[in-house]
């Protein structure tokens, strides 16, 4: 009798046993879960946020790329015009513009400082994106092909400074402006440089 009672005792003991066991294991269980959550959740945030990051740092550079390509541009055509002995301002008149690569000195036919070249399309605020053809990589304004529609506004100011006595222009001053937007705003970048006069006529 006394042996059969211990027997039952211990068969009691070893269930409650494996049943607060059990139990043990659930919760061992849900407290891991929560824990991995927890981190697959900041690691995705990070990555999340490194992505961001990226695409801010990619629109910063390729705005700067844009600005010194508006800069480019405008020395091309003071080159032309040293090149071909006309005037430094001829065909780039004081104003703000919108152009792009395509534009060309046009030596063919006669321009003062007022005119300006074909390509410099005189504007007050940028209000058209440059176009990205994906077949080139290049940017312009042309609706043709495959080109899209980028983030990105390009404006180029010219001004000039004068400092010889026969009044001609020997110093261009050339701001290059590009706008875009992006998660974190309204964003602009700009770049300056001066152009000087290298074959000024003197009086």
């Excluded at 074909?118 to 994906?134: A, C, E, Q, W």
Aim: with cysteine.
């Amino acid at each position: 009798m006394v042996r059969l009672l211990i027997i039952s005792l211990i068969k009691s003991m070893a269930e409650n046993s494996y049943r607060n066991r059990s139990g043990q294991t659930i919760m061992e269980m849900v407290v891991a879960l929560s824990v991995l959550t927890v981190g697959f959740l900041g690691i995705l945030t990070l990555i999340n946020t490194s992505l961001g990051l990226n695409r801010v740092f990619s629109d910063n550079y390729r705005a700067t790329y844009l600005a010194a390509e508006g800069i480019e541009i405008i020395k091309s055509l003071v080159a032309t015009n040293e090149e071909k002995n006309i005037p430094f301002c001829a065909g780039i008149p004081e104003g703000t513009y919108e152009l792009d690569y395509r534009a060309r000195a046009d030596t063919t036919t006669e321009y003062d400082c007022v005119t300006p070249y074909p390509g410099l399309t005189p504007i007050f605020m940028s209000d058209t994106p440059l176009r990205l053809h994906p077949d080139t990589n290049l940017y312009d304004y042309v609706q043709a092909g495959v080109s899209e529609p980028s983030n990105f506004y390009r404006r180029v100011k010219i001004s000039y400074q004068t400092t010889l006595l026969n009044g001609e222009r020997d110093k261009m001053v050339v701001e290059s402006f590009v706008a875009w937007k992006d998660k974190t705003g309204d964003n602009e970048i700009s770049l300056a440089t001066y152009i000087f006069n290298s074959k000024p006529r003197l009086p």
